[in-house]
Each structure stands twice: as structure tokens, then as C-alpha cells.
């Protein structure tokens, strides 16, 4: 059928949608979600279909963005259209959904269809549900990591040996990768390190280093500044590594279920091209894992899938409790991480975590004491240096000092109501002020904690500020300070972040649930 | 946030949606598929976000038709944006993907968030999963039909009894309620019938129908042709019956699942009052149910959800392995269900089936024979002048004779290659051929049957025609004849419709999954 085409000006979030009269559609026999080949001028595309009773008449077809793009249409011009059948990956997905396994074919189909965007969000959901339903084998999660990685760029960094570290999140104020990066950079090895932005917490990493340098990097940029200061510290949002994961996230999110998260995590680092990899995982009540028997479970089947994808991992379980450190927020992170490598203050716990988590790179990378030799490249200034020579590659000043990173001129000091010590801080909570305040957003908003669980502080006392940059925002996070109390003020310390390091240690057994 | 709207002059598929610029969104914290409140003028409705980087600038709100009526929004008005909660529903969703039962409050809410077209495509595909994956219980199921009842339209007959009948569907050329309704409503029962157009068959009763007469009827103008006639013919697509059902399809369509058969029938049944209902089971090779093991299974899931529902339920299984009588398409069917009420030609399964299925009725009112009832109420011409007085009372002409009925005027016959006797008719082959011819769109256009199974052919002799309304579509059929051979020639009849009943009869015992 030959149709004149309306064009809609907009995006239709990536897939190829095209919009019938219904009329016409009921004569071609074709229903909503069903596909149709558009053809103009030579170029094709399967999109999927949209019904429209008024928008477009009859003769009609409504195009939108991306196919106007993709095709080159123009307002008017008459484009043929005609039924398509589903693209085969549907039928895979169907499999899934009926229990079978898929093999690694299947697997690739899905993953690429997904990220030439031939799959309507019903489509995905059924898939991600699938998997969260039925579960993946090995083999499965072996052969979508893959295809995640496959159907994406690579780093393709020369070298034996590419060290990566990954945080699987839920504790705010980890600014853990700003001294770990530079660490290992200064030992010699190669650490081409991707970090997200926040997409719930206060701030991601990306997030952090965007208030020392530019980390929006093209895979150019990253591989010069690699090359000249052994890492980087670029955002992986700008480079196309692992695409599938953005579209599955998608769906994920409003579910709030997590099925990809191995594969999420896996098929970035091989992308990367990492050889070797530590996962960090931040364990106990208040963060994902709440036990160490769920880490276990977790951090093996890292390590297994690691295996299978040429990838030496090692995991570290770490104390998530309460926040990294005292700051929470872009810019009061990058000023503590930047006062932290320069060893003008340092908070011991985020210092114990930096140590152990380097140092177990370090010892996969075959240092005999990985854990010392990353205490002392971190006291000595190499790490400082270092860190200053990325900033440089990747566009900064590095002769930034922490205070002239801005932070928030509205200010609120939260005071203790009793004597006592501080027994636990609720990581959501925190996150939940400090997004109130203006996280991750307003750079300068989020909170600076006074005190740490087990400390012990007097009635009146400050036990944190928030910091935003209006006044609207500070009153409602001060607000939300009062309806959570988010502090709980009764005696003892956790300074010592480190718990067991894998494949160390006793195991225990316990089935878990992850949460986001 | 104040925003001034844009309008995309687009409808969002029913559900509410607005656009807002990427920089808005993330100063509002806000992700794609997170909602918004907007209010203008003291109208107010939450709206699923959706996100632009270029048709809306910051400062504006892209509005879509829905939101656009619903809110009496004009162009350039400034309206209110704030960020609101996910509907509440959706935590159930989580629930039930997680593998716990939902209660009837539970389930309501769902329902009611879905027939508001609050929910996602990705949420409400998340719910079908796992419906899917999961199963409901019993009172799962109840609570479910009964919440997609209640948030729909009720007819709101009186009387103590109300008859209706369904039919799961399957088989191509199943005109038995063009029968089964005036033979009830002759017999002085109430039968307020309301069927569906064909989605992927070639006619759905309210197609055949609309042959002799209007089925686009108000609940009103239900209501008065029952009223003065016992009986309808209705489309039920304009009612407003159940209208949850028809959003779930947009979700199940796609993937070929069914989790909802049950409530789905059920809930219709509840809207038009129904106190006793028979439901035709098509089953053998070629249909739904392949075996009688299978419509057991479904047939006792059925009559157990009736009696929670206060309905009494009967299944009638019939044979389903070809076509009901010799037409296939709405007119070629409207007509030969018009000859045989008329007594003027009598396929023997379609006048076997009807008297079962209507008999089953029969019973169920009360009757002593209701099948020999059935059959002389057929027979004595009091069924074609019921049929006649409802065709009147839709607005029809009650005067119209079976050669009234333009079919199309492209023909062509197919001849049998060999002497034989007919072994099967494939009923897929046949719905795709008919389809092919134009069915359901071009009401003339279908498949006349000249042979059933267990006839004896001779080589060169017509074993069936395929009608269409223009040349085109009568070449693409007669190629699917030749691509898929839907007839087979080799020796025996099946003209006996009627395999078993139920609650009577053995039992047989199997699991089966429906097909669609």
C-alpha cells in the first residue's frame, strides 16, 4: 500500500513506530504491535505499528522521529508500506517465556534486536520478566553477557593485563573509585575505569569527577588519556559500551526487579577488555546485600561467570551500613576524595575500604602485598599525582584544590536532641535528604555527616549539615531530616571496613534476593 | 514546576502521557515511566513521564490528546508539574511478579488502574506475566473477573434467569449463535448475546451478524431488543463491557499468551447479568483444545469459577477439527446461517451443534429434553421468525432473504487432484486462505466449502471456492491454496458435532496449555 506521510516531529524513544489509519490497517489485517516494512526511495525498515482513529486519515502514514531519520522522509512524500512478520527474536523470547533454555544464538538475536531497537516494551518486559521468572543457566548469562558486549563498542586497550573494579552500589558517599583508580594507575597498571551517573542515589561517579574535569569522554579521549596516565575516570554513558543494558534498565527500573545484574555488570567489563576485576560489594543492613551468606552467593557466581568470559574476578565484601566518609553529594564528594588523596584529611573508613579494594587488585595483578603497597602509594603522594595527571588528560585543572570546588551556600545544621552515641544511619534516608536537598542535579547540594556510628555526641551538638543551592530545596530536605530521623543517637564504632575478601574465607549458604 | 504545554495533537494509546524535557526531568529528579501531576484550572490527573532532548524545550510540557481533553488544556497554557507516586497498584504488581497471592482489594486496584489507563505498557505487561508465570488461584481468579465486572458497564436485565452461551473460539465458519440465540428466545428464555469481531479469525459474530442487520447497538438499544424480543445479536466492543479485557489483549496479543481466559469470558458473563451460561468448547486437532483431556481440565476450572460468581456454568465439547458448515466469511456465513434457520438448506453439523449447544441451555432452564426442544423450535419455523423479529428490533430488515446477502463477485474454484475421500481440513489453512481473500474486512469475501470430511471426491471435481472482492486479493488467496493444501484426499464422515457434556460424563485427566 502506498501511503503519504505525516510526519510527528517526535521521538518515539528509540524504536521504530509508524503510525496507521485504522481503517487502513484493518484492510491490510494488520493490529496494533504488529510490524509493517516502510520503504522510501530504496531505504527500509521494519517498524512496529501504532493505530490512530484521527490523527492520520486515511491514505495516511504517521512517522515518527527516528524513522523520518532513518529513512529520509519528508512531510508528504508517498512511502510503501506493507505487513512484516515479527522479527524472529519475538519467537526466542516466547521460549523463554514457556521455560525453555535458550542458546547462545537465541540469546544474540534477542540482544540485538533489543538494541536496534526492533522491540516494543511489551516485547522487552515479557523478556526481562522472563528472566526474572524463569531464571538463567550459566550458559545463558554466559551467552548474554557476551551479546550484550558484542553488540556495543569496545575499548580495545593493547596490553596482557587491564585491571577494572566495580561497586554493585547502594551505600551513598562511595567516592571508593576516585583514590582506587589512581592507586593502581600509579603501580603501573592499566585501569580503564566507566562509571555511571546517578540514576536514584545522590551521585554517581561519573557524577563526582565531573567536579574535578570533563569525564564525558569519546573512546578516542579515553584511550589518549589511558595511554598517558595508565586510567581514566570517564563517564560510560557517552561511549556506547554494553547499549542493551541502558533498554533493559528501562524496564527494570519502574519493576524495580533486577535480573540483569551479573550480565549488566560482566558484559561492560569485557567491553572494557578488563582481564582482571574486583567487585565490591557493600554488604549489611541498609545496603543491597544484608548478609554476608547472600554476598556469597552473589560474589560466586561473579566468579564463575567470570570464568566462562576469560575474566579473573575477585570480590570483596565491605561494611554498608552507613555512608563512605562524611560527604554525600557530587561536589562535597570530590572535595573529600581530593582532601582524602592529598592526606589532608582522611577519614579512616573510606582509607580502610580505598586500601582493601586496591589491594586486592593489586594482588590479582601479583603483588605480593597488594593491600600495603596501596597504603603506601596512597601516603606517599603517587596516588595524589597521579590523580592530578588524569585530571589533566581528561581536561581539567590539575592543580585544583578542594576548596575551590563549590559547594552549596545554603547551609542547615542538624542537631542531636540527646546525649549518646550514634548506633546506626539509615542509608536511605540519606539519600532520600540528600536528593530532597538537590542531589544529584545541583552539584553543590547533599550533606556533610559530623558524626559516625559510635560516636558519641552531646545533646545540641551538630550531627550533620545539609548543604543546598536554594532555599526552597534546604527547607525541604531540613523537612524530611525531622519526618525520617535518619540518625540514631544512643554506643560504638565501625571504622574497620573490610569483612572477607573472595575466594577467601569460610562460606555461608543462604538464598537471597537482591533489592535496587 | 510551571510549564507551558505543547501539543502533540497525538493520542498515547489511552493511557496518560506527558513529554518534559530532559534538563526539567533531572531537576525534577524525574525518570522516563515515573509519574507527574499536572493541574491546570483545578483539573488535575497523574500522567506517565515520557522524555525528550528536542520537541519540548525546557519550559515546556509536551500534552498528548488524552491529557489534552481530559485537562482542557490549550496551547501555550501554563500548567503545574510536580512529581507524584507510583499508583499503588503497582506495588501489587511487584507482589504477585514476586509470587504471592493478591487479595480482592488488591486485584480491584490493579483493574481499576488499568481500565483508568493509569498503568504502563511495560507495568500491565509485568501483571500479564505474571499471571502467565505464576497462575492465580481460585480466589485469585474470582477476585480478577469479579474486579473486571465491576469497573466496567452492567446491563441491568430483570429477571430471575438470564441465559447466555460462549464459545472459546478456534474454528472457522462457527455461526451456531445466529441459531442458539432465537431458538432460546424462542422458548421464552432471556438471551442477551454479545459477541466480539474477529481480531486474527475471518468473522466474529458480530461480523456475521452486521450482515442482516445493525450490532453497533447503546446498552439501551440492548435493552430494548431484549425487551421485546428475549434475544440480541450485539457487538459487544461498544457496551463498555469488561472494557479491562481489552487492554490486557493489547498485552497478550503480542506475545501469544492467555493467562486470562477465564476471567476474561467469566467477566463478560457478570456484565450481561448472566445466571446460566453454556460454553462451546471446540476440541481435537485443529482447534484450541487438542484433546478432551485438556477441555476437561478447562471445562471444570470454568464451572468451579461459576459457581464462586453465582453462575451456573455447562461446557458442551464439540468437534473442532474443520470447519462449522460450508461458509467461511461474514456474508457467505450470515447466509448460510439464514438458510438453515429458514429450513431451506441444513449442514448437518451446523444443525447438530446448535441443538446441543442450545439443548445444553434448555436443560439448564429447566427443560425436560432440551435438545428435542431445541430441534423442534428449529424446525417448526419459530426460531426464524424470532431470528426475524431480533433483526427488526436492531434496525434490520426482517424481510431478508438469504440471496439479499452480497458475497464477492470474484470467484474461483479449486478443484481436488485425485479421487479420494476427504480426510482433514486443516482450519488454520483455511483461516489464513480466507484472510488472504480479504475476511473480515470485505464482508463478501471467504471460502465456500463443497466437501467435508469423509465426503468422496473425484479428481477435477470443486472441493471448495474462494470468493473475494477484487481480483488482487483473489490471486493471493488461490496462491496460499496451492502453497498450503488445507484440504487432504484420501475415506469417512464426522457429522456428529457432540462429543461429551459436563458435568456428565467421565472424566479425563491431563495438563495442557492453550494455544492462541
Chains 1, 2 share one sequence.
Not at 20 to 29: P, R
Not at 316 to 345: D, H, K, W
Amino acid at each position: 500500500m502506498q501511503l503519504k506521510s505525516k510526519l510527528t516531529g517526535i521521538e518515539s524513544g528509540g524504536v521504530f513506530v509508524v503510525m496507521l489509519n485504522s481503517q487502513d490497517a484493518a484492510e491490510m489485517g494488520i493490529h496494533p504491535t504488529d510490524r509493517v516494512k516502510i520503504s522510501n526511495n530504496g531505504r527500509e525498515a521494519v517498524c512496529i505499528v501504532d493505530i490512530s482513529k484521527s490523527w492520520v486519515n486515511r491514505g495516511q502514514v504517521g512517522v515518527y522521529k527516528e524513522v523520518e531519520s532513518g529513512l529520509m522522509i519528508k512531510a508528504g512524500d508517498s512511502v510503501s508500506v506493507s505487513a512484516s512478520g515479527a522479527p524472529r527474536s519475538l519467537e526466542f523470547i516466547t521460549k523463554k517465556m514457556n521455560g525453555a533454555r535458550l542458546n547462545k544464538q537465541e540469546m544474540f538475536a534477542i540482544v540485538k534486536d533489543t538494541v536496534d531497537r526492533k522491540l516494543s516494551d511489551v516485547e522487552l518486559t515479557a523478556f526481562v520478566s522472563s528472566l526474572h521468572f524463569n531464571g538463567m543457566s550459566m550458559d545463558e548469562t554466559v551467552a548474554l553477557s557476551a551479546a550484550m558486549a558484542e553488540t556495543g563498542k569496545t575499548l580495545g586497550i593493547k596490553g596482557k593485563m587491564i585491571l577494572d573494579k566495580h561497586n554493585i552500589g547502594g551505600v551513598p558517599g562511595d567516592k571508593t573509585s576516585m583514590l582506587v583508580v589512581p592507586i593502581i594507575a600509579a603501580a603501573g597498571y592499566k585501569i580503564p575505569k566507566t562509571s555511571s551517573r546517578a540514576i536514584t542515589s545522590p551521585a554517581g561517579t561519573a557524577d563526582r569527577v565531573e567536579c574535578l574535569c570533563p569525564v564525558d569522554l569519546s573512546i578516542k579521549e579515553i584511550l589518549n588519556t589511558v595511554e598517558k596516565t595508565n586510567g581514566c575516570l570517564a563517564w560510560g554513558g557517552a561511549v556506547d559500551l554494553a547499549p542493551a543494558d541502558d533498554m533493559f534498565i528501562k524496564v527494570e527500573y519502574p519493576l524495580s526487579i533486577d535480573p540483569l545484574l551479573l550480565p549488566s555488570v560482566m558484559s561492560k567489563k569485557k567491553a572494557v577488555g578488563a582481564t582482571h576485576v574486583v567487585i565490591d560489594m557493600p554488604t549489611g543492613r541498609g545496603s543491597k546485600l544484608k548478609t554476608i551468606g547472600a554476598a556469597h552467593a552473589l560474589a560466586k557466581d561473579f566468579i564463575e561467570l567470570g570464568k566462562n568470559m576469560d575474566i579473573i574476578v575477585n570480590c570483596v565484601l565491605t561494611f554498608g551500613e552507613q555512608p563512605i566518609g562524611y560527604a554525600v553529594g557530587p561536589a562535597l564528594e570530590a572535595r573529600e576524595a581530593l582532601y582524602a588523596i592529598s592526606n589532608m584529611s582522611t577519614p579512616p573508613d573510606l582509607v580502610e575500604k580505598v586500601v582493601n579494594i586496591a589491594g586486592a587488585l593489586l594482588d590479582l595483578a601479583g603483588e605480593k602485598n597488594g593491600k600495603d603497597l596501596a597504603y603506601k602509594l596512597l601516603k606517599s603522594g603517587s596516588a595524589e599525582r597521579k590523580l592530578r595527571q588524569i585530571i589533566d588528560a581528561q581536561g581539567g585543572d590539575p592543580k585544583i584544590k578542594p576548596g575551590d570546588i563549590p559547594v552549596g551556600s545554603h547551609v542547615a545544621e542538624i542537631r542531636s536532641k540527646t546525649n549518646g552515641t550514634i548506633w546506626w544511619i539509615a542509608n536511605h534516608d540519606v539519600v532520600k535528604i540528600a536528593r530532597a536537598a538537590g542531589t544529584p542535579e545541583d552539584k553543590g547540594s547533599g550533606i556533610l555527616l559530623k558524626k559516625k556510628i559510635g560516636d558519641a555526641v552531646k545533646g545540641g551538638q551538630v550531627i550533620m549539615e545539609v548543604y543546598a543551592e536554594n532555599d526552597r530545596k534546604l527547607h525541604d530536605a531540613i523537612a524530611l531530616v525531622e519526618t525520617l530521623n535518619p540518625v540514631g543517637v544512643y554506643a560504638r564504632p565501625q571504622d574497620r571496613m573490610f569483612i572477607a575478601k573472595f575466594p577467601d574465607g569460610e562460606e555461608h549458604k543462604k538464598f537471597f534476593v537482591l533489592e535496587r
